[in-house]
């Protein structure tokens, strides 16, 4: 018989969180349906957090520092500056994919969760004005600081749900076309 550590059980249950809010959202999830739907105790989600909110905060923060892993592993491989912007912005594209209108919806209306996509946005988009930058010192024209700056302005309106209001994209599909939009202007 083989024991779990409570550690890998409390990241196993984070993970089964992070999969149900990006396809349902969390607002309307209770502690409960939580612990059943991952079958598991309360006790064991109360001891990755103290509380809902807290439970959320912390599934929330591991979907997105996991993303975050996943985008910069993508864009190390990548060989020029300009594909490690084309491959930076399509994996954030790509990870931000499974996140439906609902998880969205409530990362927006809690503001804890809200202040996580902000941060991360803005990390974000301060990469992207450095792989501007370098992809400026091997031979493009265009003003780094200018596109990055753009760039970082596109990423925080997608962030604020300005753009899905604007254009009906939503966050990955507005991921995919500011990487369209930078990989032109690149070339």
């Known amino acids: 018989m083989t024991t779990t550590r409570p550690d890998e059980r409390a990241a196993r249950v984070v993970d089964g969180l992070v999969e149900i809010f990006l396809a349902e959202g969390f607002t309307h999830l209770g502690v409960a349906e939580l612990a059943r739907r991952l079958s598991c105790s309360k006790s064991t989600l109360y001891a990755v957090a103290a509380s809902k909110e807290q439970i959320v905060v912390a599934a929330v923060r591991a979907f997105f520092r996991g993303a975050t892993a996943r985008v910069e592993e993508s864009a190390a491989v990548a060989g020029s500056p300009r594909d490690r912007i084309e491959a930076y912005l399509q994996a954030i594209s790509t990870e931000l994919r499974p ?41 493009t024209s265009l003003d780094a600081t200018f596109v990055g700056a753009v760039a970082g302005l596109v990423m925080e309106s997608v962030q604020r749900g300005d753009l899905t209001r604007t254009t009906g994209l939503d966050d990955s599909q507005a991921y995919a076309a500011l990487t369209d939009l930078l990989v032109a202007g690149l070339r």
């Open 99 to 139: 996140a439906s209108p609902a998880f969205i919806a409530d990362v927006e209306g809690f503001a804890p969760a809200r202040e996580i996509y902000r941060r991360n946005t803005q990390a974000a988009a301060q990469r992207v004005r450095e792989l501007v930058a370098e992809a400026q010192t091997v031979g």
